[in-house]
């Protein structure tokens, strides 16, 4: 796919991996919409501005089916038509198992796999009537081996990706395409807070021998929505983390 002139839905896109997703695709030459619970940063809007396509605010909970029939009918509306959706946004809550009460997992659930289906679900019916459209559902090495202390999350991403590889066999009767990526760790508030320690010990379990970057994640989104022939596809972009 040619992203020129293109409309792509970021979900979760005012700051991290989203943002970075949406600046890609903004360099690209796309429309994005971009979206957060509760705002998007003023300087965000300039800097998405400034590489010369339309932007369009969406704010909404992916978690609320009433927010998904808004921002699906607001985008749809704005952009007439959204070719590319892109379900980034997600949350933890991280607890030992033994101490995580059904709240703490339902929440994660709640957000990380709910929301993505809802969104994928909504879009996809308009994306059938289109007959093209592209799907890309952030995933996480943590669906793939999971990861003391994040049974919610885990159980959350090996959804997606599930989720994922169903709707690239479905998808593919109208021309659709579906992909998740399944970052490793990547450079970010979360392990902003890491002690040196705890640094030291993920790191030896990474053969490039550094964290990514959230540039690194985009990349890998942008190579996705552009090329026709791969689809249902989980592209881990974790250092060979999981090899």
């Not at 509760?38 to 590489?51: R, T």
């Not at 609320?64 to 946004?89: H, P, Q, T, Y």
């Not at 593919?172 to 970010?188: D, E, Q, T, Y």
Request: glycine share 10%; aromatic share 6%; with cysteine.
């Amino acid at each position: 796919m040619d992203l020129q002139g293109k409309n792509v839905f970021v979900s979760g896109s005012s700051r991290g991996i989203g943002l970075a997703i949406a600046k890609k695709f903004a360099q690209a030459g796309a429309n994005i919409v971009l979206n957060a619970r509760k705002e998007i940063p003023a300087e965000v809007l300039v800097e998405i501005e400034s590489y010369g396509g339309k932007v369009f605010v969406s704010l909404g909970d992916i978690s609320s089916v009433d927010d998904v029939k808004r921002m699906l009918k607001e985008s749809w509306k704005e952009f007439d038509g959204i070719d590319v959706l892109i379900n980034n946004a997600g949350i933890t809550n991280d607890k030992l198992l033994i101490g995580m009460k059904p709240a703490d997992f339902e929440s994660v659930i709640n957000v990380n796999l709910n929301g993505t289906f809802m969104m994928t679900q909504a879009f996809l019916k308009k994306m059938y009537k289109q007959k093209s459209g592209v799907i890309i559902n952030m995933a996480s090495v943590i669906g793939l081996h999971g990861n003391i202390g994040q049974a919610n999350y885990a159980a959350a991403k090996a959804g997606v990706i599930g989720l994922t590889k169903s709707v690239a066999k479905e998808g593919a009767l109208r021309g659709i395409r579906c992909n998740a990526i399944a970052p490793g760790m990547i450079v970010s508030d979360m392990t902003d807070v890491l002690s040196d320690k705890v640094k030291e010990d993920i790191l030896a379990g990474i053969p490039l021998q550094r964290f990514g970057k959230v540039d690194e994640v985009a990349s890998a989104a942008l190579f996705l929505a552009q090329n026709d022939y791969v689809t249902g596809q989980v592209l881990t972009v974790d250092g060979g983390m999981t090899i």
